[in-house]
């Protein structure tokens, strides 16, 4: 009876671990499908690749934020006060 108690225990970690992949698998089955089915956000599957409109719009939005982003801020033309 006392060596049964340190058996469960090496095995729980196992069990539980396939148990979650299991249920995690499961559970992303079920969320792929519905976001094809329902016609959520564009599929980047293989069998549904992106359109070309979508990808040109991505590229343009994602420059001018690169750019916007990499442009360094205004300075002041006063120069700053010394102390």
Do not use: Y
């Amino acid at each position: 009876m006392e060596a049964l108690l340190p058996a469960l225990a090496l095995l729980a970690c196992p069990v539980g671990m396939g148990l979650m992949m299991f249920f995690m698998a499961r559970g992303n089955r079920s969320s792929q499908a519905d976001t094809t089915s329902t016609g959520g956000a564009p599929s980047t599957s293989p069998d549904h690749p992106m359109s070309v409109e979508v990808l040109r719009e991505q590229h343009t939005r994602l420059g001018e934020e690169l750019e916007r982003l990499e442009t360094p801020p205004a300075t002041k033309s006063e120069p700053a006060e010394q102390r």
